[in-house]
């Protein structure tokens, strides 16, 4: 099944997020049965709309001093950071293509998380009844979408420098006490996030057919 | 009457939770219009409306569970 990829490089949650709303539209319409997009973002964090901030522990003014904005997002899950670094990978899937099945898509999801951690030589691993993907006790890559009409978006980031961890420590991570790792850190070893990008839309591709 | 039903959603999973309803009791609502956003694991979803109507009741509201095949509120259809 062809797949829409379109990469943003470096850029504002606010226009992604407008990108994903086109590219939904597209799919909707049906001009599309399957669309991603891949980005990195400059500071942000973003909260689920229907929880709001109570995990953010940053006061606004310590926010606004360090120039992130906050989001209220349709997403499940809590509070997430991001932040460059990050490889940020939203797909807008029309699951009708698929499998009309809302865990099968969040398991696919964390599969192909795994295997592109793999290839850069980490072993990443599910935890029971959390989502997202870790590195032992630490998490590595965190996952929170939206169905609508059984059309995905929002969707996953995967921390792949150590530039930036340091932000987590603004929120409760998902709204829990964790401990955050990226792929940098563990390997010790500098990472490209280009090629790292490259690697895994050819996985997302290639498991997309 | 028409019954609002939570769909099935995945193999082997039968709970979600109601997070929002876009509508209160009493108010018009139109088929296919969002009614209610519930929430499974890290992904939110809709329910669209089953028809047209005003939406006389709802049974499960907001920061309820539900499994699937359960009732979550009544449509009088116009």
């Known amino acids: 099944m062809p797949l829409k990829v379109i990469d943003l490089g470096l850029v504002d949650f606010e226009a992604a997020w407008a990108k994903q709303k086109e590219l939904f539209r597209e799919v909707q319409e049906g001009d599309l049965r399957a669309g991603l997009i891949v980005c990195q973002h400059y500071p942000v964090i973003t909260v689920n709309r229907r929880i709001g901030r109570k995990n953010i522990l940053a006061s606004q003014e310590e926010l606004k001093n360090k120039g992130i904005a906050v989001y209220e997002v349709e997403r499940g899950g809590d509070v997430t950071y991001h932040g460059p670094g990050q490889l940020i990978a939203y797909p807008v899937f029309n699951l009708n293509y698929f499998k009309k099945d809302i865990h099968w898509f969040l398991r696919y999801l964390e599969d192909l998380i795994i295997r592109s951690l793999s290839d850069a030589g980490i072993k990443g691993e599910r935890s029971n009844g959390l989502t997202g993907v870790w590195v032992g006790r630490l998490k590595i890559a965190s996952i929170g979408i939206a169905i609508r009409n059984w059309i995905t978006f929002h969707g996953l980031s995967i921390n792949v420098k150590n530039s930036d961890l340091t932000n987590f420590s603004l929120i409760r991570p998902c709204g829990m006490d964790i401990m955050i790792t990226s792929i940098e850190s563990e390997t010790g070893l500098p990472v490209s996030i280009g090629e790292f990008k490259q690697r895994f839309v050819s996985l997302l591709k290639g498991a997309s057919k | ?78």
Do not use: H, R
């Open chain 2, 1 to 78: 009457m028409t019954k609002i039903v939570l769909p099935q959603l995945s193999e082997g999973i039968q709970k979600a939770t109601v997070s929002y309803w876009y509508f209160k009791t009493g108010e018009k609502v139109n088929a296919k219009d969002d009614l209610v956003e519930l929430t499974t694991d890290k992904a939110t979803f809709n329910l669209p409306s089953p028809c047209s109507g005003v939406l006389t009741e709802i049974s499960a509201s907001e920061g309820a569970t539900v499994n699937v095949g359960d009732t979550l509120g009544l449509i009088q259809e116009s």
